[in-house]
């Protein structure tokens, strides 16, 4: 059952995600369809008119497969199937129908790393010896010193705490992430065709693609020698090469393995989550028989400053220059603090927010939005009682985790559930005060952050303009300025003084620029 290339709405263009703008969906987060105070499927189906008309050209769905939730999703029991809580197979399949007859591509999680300690395979392992098959798909070890008491090596959990967990024979097993998320051995040749088997499974139902998960992390270097000492675990920063937890080089072989079955899938594609710094060993993820995209994370990272964000664009495209992939950009997502905040909060996170829109939208590549990037939301501030995310209990409470970018979309109305659920009881608890953000009320609003992307996301699909490579154009101290080679040029003002507009008419500004000027904190695109 390969999927139907003769769909009428969507193009036959092999290459779609090369300028495709990619719309994420925290799937607990977006629409609630059954009133449980949690997002699911059916939330997603009934909204997806709303990201056909916003103008995006696919959907990147996380993880909705059966799952205790101790990650939420990204401890996976049964890569092949559907979490009750998120509805059902038939559910998906109807997602997928509705959501292509809008020329929507859906694309979805895969999580190689780890499974759920649920997962009928860790459950085996337990059950069995030390030394058994059942313990080969995973990274059992016994411990160091004593009795064997001491962790097999000194690696942190990206969450905080040991990599390691004893289980009740004195072995240990490894996991960079929580004990619930025990690391699979991609030596193991059983674990890669299980993960070939998943990627089959959900493109025969007519998927597009696949967001890895821990793209740089499946490999483990021989014999788990200790890492560089560090007292951070990671979860903010890549640590580079004395970090043996990631981007070891047999990582690709698992990258040219994915890339095998996608290339038996005309129109499929794979972004990976890379958390690697350096240009060149980023690139080697893009390959021409591995990743077609792997996200370029520099943008996200970079403060509001003209030379850091000058710096994290150069570094990008530097980083897929030699390669067959183009950049791609992202300024939030469910792992970091939403960019509104990041870049000062309040009215100046939202004005740089609008300006750093225009910036992403303008770069050369594919580009992928956070649900609610396109409503402007800020983090929320939530009480500790509340928090969800693990790194909160495995820190000690020292780090709040994930939690504050991760709140519900306020779609309606003027108070908490604001539209997102029938139930004011929300996963995680929606906050008084947005009722001037909801999808609702900037819909009707032209000067809203919703009506912004909408007109820039329709110039950009309608318009030769943003085409071609870039340039950068001389600017005035504190401004970035650059050009597409079809035309586009785009001016971000960070100089804390207005600046005078350069030639050219004027396609869209996210700021007044009727005086002549750009604001302080804006971005305009003009056609040169
Ligand atoms: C990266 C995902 O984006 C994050 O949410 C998750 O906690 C880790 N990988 C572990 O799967």
């Given at each position: 059952m390969h999927p139907d290339p003769s769909t009428p709405t969507l193009s036959a263009d092999a290459d779609w995600w090369r300028e495709a703008v990619v719309y994420q969906i925290y799937i607990r987060s977006f629409a609630d369809g059954n009133g449980d105070g949690v997002g699911d499927l059916a939330g997603i189906r009934s909204r997806l008119p709303y990201l056909a008309e916003l103008g995006v050209d696919a959907v990147w769905i996380t993880p909705f497969y059966p799952s205790p939730m101790a990650d939420h999703g990204y401890d996976v029991a049964d890569p092949r199937d559907v979490e009750p809580v998120f509805g059902d197979l038939a559910g998906f399949d109807a997602l997928l129908a509705d959501a292509h007859l809008l020329g929507l591509r859906v694309t979805i999680d895969l999580v190689p790393n780890h499974t759920s300690d649920h997962h009928e395979w860790f459950r085996a392992a337990l059950a069995s010896p030390p030394g058994s098959a059942e313990r080969a798909r995973y990274l059992f070890r016994d411990g160091r010193g004593p009795d064997g008491a001491e962790p097999p090596n000194n690696w942190p959990s990206v969450f905080g705490g040991p990599a390691w967990t004893r289980v009740p024979d004195g072995q240990w097993y490894l996991h960079l992430f929580a004990p619930e998320q025990p690391d699979l051995d991609f030596t193991n040749p059983e674990v890669l065709a299980d993960l070939e088997t998943t990627m089959r499974f959900w493109l025969d139902r007519g998927v597009d693609g696949f967001r890895i998960d821990v793209?740089?992390?499946?490999a483990k270097p021989e014999g788990l020698p200790d890492m560089v000492p560090t007292s951070d675990t990671g979860l903010l920063a890549d640590h580079g090469p004395g970090d043996l937890r990631f981007d070891q080089d047999a990582v690709h072989v698992v990258h040219r393995r994915i890339r095998t079955v996608l290339d038996e899938y005309p129109r499929s594609m794979a972004v990976g989550e890379v958390w690697v710094s350096d240009d060149a060993r980023l690139a080697q993820y893009l390959r021409a028989d591995e990743l077609q995209l792997a996200f370029n994370f520099k943008l996200l990272s970079a403060e509001w400053e003209p030379d850091a964000l000058r710096d994290a664009v150069t570094h990008s495209l530097a980083a897929v220059a030699e390669t067959?992939?183009?950049?791609?950009?992202?300024?939030?997502?469910?792992?970091?603090?939403?960019?509104?905040?990041?870049y000062g909060g309040g009215p100046v996170g939202l004005r740089r927010?609008?300006?750093?829109?225009?910036?992403?939208?303008?770069?050369?590549?594919?580009?992928?939005?956070?649900?609610g990037d396109e409503l402007g939301l800020p983090d929320v501030d939530l009480p500790d009682e509340v928090l969800q995310d693990p790194v909160w209990e495995r820190s000690g409470r020292t780090q709040r985790g994930r939690d504050a970018c991760r709140v519900p979309v306020p779609w309606s109305g003027s108070e908490p559930p604001y539209g997102f659920s029938s139930r004011r009881d929300t996963w995680l608890?929606?906050?008084?005060?947005?009722a001037g953000l909801t999808a609702e009320v900037q819909a009707g609003n032209p000067a809203?952050?919703?009506?912004?992307?909408?007109?820039?996301?329709?110039?950009?699909?309608?318009?030769?303009a943003f085409t071609g490579d870039l340039e950068w154009l001389p600017a005035a101290e504190g401004c970035l300025a650059f050009r597409r080679t079809g035309g586009l040029a785009c001016l971000v003002n960070l100089?804390?003084?207005?600046?005078?507009?350069?030639?050219?008419?004027v396609l869209l500004a996210s700021a007044d620029v009727g005086g002549g000027t750009l604001p302080d904190d804006a971005a305009v695109w003009l056609h040169a």
């Open positions: 793209a740089h992390g499946m067959p992939a183009p950049a791609c950009w992202v300024l939030s997502n469910h792992d970091r603090s939403r960019h509104v905040s990041r927010a609008r300006a750093a829109a225009l910036l992403q939208l303008a770069l050369p590549g594919a580009a992928y939005l956070y649900n608890p929606m906050p008084e005060g947005w809203s952050m919703q009506s912004l992307y909408r007109s820039a996301l329709a110039l950009r699909r309608s318009s030769q100089s804390g003084a207005p600046v005078p507009l350069p030639e050219g008419r």
